[in-house]
């Protein structure tokens, strides 16, 4: 089976994973109380800065921005899972919280193989 050519950042299941967990946050979001509105406002930065950094390192023109802005993307994953186990902590273990923590995972993975795949390529994709 041959795989579909990647022609922009949309084609990326990093992205679109990146952009389900943005979704999914959003669903914590409007659970958490009042009065977590900076949490919520912290989740929500987070969670959009993920596809938004994949987007636009895939949008540049050099191969090391490529990897700059994965890895900010890596690293607004690891903030949204640390304001998430928060939430869980103070707030209460819901399914969106762990649905949410179940997909930061999973776009760390597929980050790490997407800067793996690049690392090894001449061109940026």
């Known amino acids: 089976m041959q795989k579909a050519p990647i022609r922009d950042y949309r084609d ?3 992205w679109q994973k990146a952009m389900d967990l943005a979704v999914a946050c959003e669903k914590v979001c409007v659970e958490l109380p009042a009065r977590a509105s900076s949490l919520v ?3 929500r930065r987070a969670a959009v800065s993920i596809p938004a950094n994949i987007a636009e390192g ?3 023109f050099s191969r090391p921005d490529y990897l700059k802005h994965l890895s900010i993307a ?3 994953v690891r903030e949204l ?3 998430l186990e928060f939430a869980k902590r103070a707030y209460g ?3 969106a919280i762990e649905a949410s923590l179940k997909l ?3 776009v760390c993975k597929l980050l790490a193989g997407l800067v793996r795949a690049l690392r090894g390529k001449k ?3």
């Open 81 to 83: 899972e640390s304001h």
């Open 41 to 43: 406002t912290q989740i």
């Open 58 to 60: 895939n949008g540049r």
């Open 12 to 14: 990326l299941i990093a």
């Open 104 to 106: 930061a995972l999973e």
């Open 74 to 76: 890596n690293g607004s």
């Open 93 to 95: 273990r819901t399914e």
């Open 123 to 125: 061109k940026p994709q």
